[in-house]
């Protein structure tokens, strides 16, 4: 399978398992704006080299800066770190509550966090009867009945695409909780600045709001990400930190993203676009598409198709295409796989090679 190592975009594991050099691959497994990083990255990291004698800037000042001016916060409600992911780990430790609670299904790190800090985890189960998503009842009974003291929540979540309505945060929040937002893929979506939880963090102390720089801005490998909440809570968490966790090459890139205004534009405008081509494209092979507000997209493998998850990122190996199987996220069956969303070129390859095999699986009766 590929996700021995828990995630998608293992290309070293899928070029071991499918005899395909790692460049060959096509990657539906991890979710990367399909644009590459920004022309002037390539600028930067050219440049680069002459820096590398010098240890990174401790304090990473030119990107929090920039950070602070693209959310209007203060410097100190904000901390970087090697990738969101150190900071959902960070968080967890910090807080360190006895009770803390999830949706599931959801990334597969924040129950790994809160396992590792030795919380009990406590799940809010959801299901395609409510689209993913958690019924007001259910938060009441949770906060009632189980009190955690943490939520770590995707926002919009992984890997369904969904995103919780504010009133479902603030009820959290309003309940005394800790709430963790995880929007690392926010940035994706056309309405980002009116739907983020930044502008709630003078209101809440109890909220920490988290993005990554690695899917949007296509540089996993150079691993950037940020949190911000209560400048107390920020200023203990940075004592946690190890020492120049975040490298200059990170800084500089980070520094310089916000700038890239027709980069940035370019892929929101995509993405409105391609979410709805790739859905309609995907119901006419027999597939459900979950609907997203992201870069990509819960599916399920209906009953006219005799295949399972497993099988099916299976076979698109062999073809160099790789799919996330679904049913390695708590909460879901085999009957999901996870696709990423890309240039259309890639999509009409994915599609075709997709169509092959469902052909070979199709139930008897399926009419399409
Ligand atoms: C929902 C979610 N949050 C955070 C991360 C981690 O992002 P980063 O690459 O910035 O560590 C991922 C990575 O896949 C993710 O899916």
Redesign the pocket.
């Known amino acids: 399978m590929l996700e021995k190592y828990g995630?998608?975009?293992d290309l070293r594991s899928a070029s071991e398992l499918f005899g395909i050099a790692e460049g060959e691959l096509l990657d539906y497994s991890?979710?990367m704006n399909p644009h590459g990083p920004p022309a002037s990255f390539k600028t930067i990291i050219e440049r680069y080299w002459h820096d590398i004698i010098h240890y990174p800037d401790p304090v990473q000042r030119d990107v929090i800066a920039a950070i602070a001016s693209r959310h209007q916060l203060a410097h100190e409600q904000i901390i970087v770190?090697?990738?969101?992911?150190?900071?959902?780990d960070l968080v967890v430790r910090y807080i360190k509550p006895s009770k803390a609670a999830i949706i599931v299904p959801?990334?597969v790190?924040y129950e790994q966090a809160i396992v590792k800090a030795g919380c009990e985890l406590v799940t809010i189960e959801t299901s395609e009867a409510t689209q993913f998503m958690p019924t007001r009842e259910q938060l009441s009974r949770v906060i009632d009945e189980c009190s955690p003291l943490l939520y770590l929540l995707?926002y919009?979540?992984?890997p369904t695409g969904t995103l919780l309505p504010i009133e479902q945060l603030l009820k959290l929040l309003d309940s005394g909780a800790y709430v963790v937002v995880?929007e690392?893929?926010l940035d994706f979506h056309p309405d980002e600045d009116r739907l983020t939880m930044f502008q709630w963090l003078n209101r809440y102390e109890r909220l920490f709001v988290?993005r990554?720089?690695?899917?949007f801005y296509a540089i996993?490998g150079i691993?950037?990400?940020y949190m911000a909440g209560a400048n107390q809570h920020i200023q203990a968490m940075k004592q946690l930190q190890s020492p120049w966790s975040v490298n200059s090459l990170a800084q500089k890139l980070g520094a310089a993203a916000f700038d890239e205004t027709a980069y940035i534009a370019k892929t929101k405008a995509w993405l409105v676009e391609e979410i709805s081509w790739l859905t309609g494209e995907l119901e006419q092979l027999g597939l459900q598409p979950h609907r997203t507000v992201t870069n990509y997209m819960l599916v399920r493998l209906t009953e006219q198709i005799n295949v399972n998850s497993k099988q099916l990122q299976q076979e698109m190996g062999m073809y160099g295409v790789l799919i996330r199987d679904a049913s390695t996220f708590r909460g879901l069956t085999d009957r999901y796989i996870r696709l990423a969303i890309k240039d259309r070129t890639s999509n009409k390859k994915l599609l075709h090679i997709l169509e092959q095999i469902l052909k070979r699986h199709r139930r008897e009766g399926w009419q399409g």
């Open positions: 995630h998608g975009g991890s979710n770190g090697n990738g969101a992911a150190e900071l959902i959801s990334f790190e995707g919009p979540n992984n995880d690392a893929f988290i990554s720089m690695t899917k996993p691993r950037l990400g």
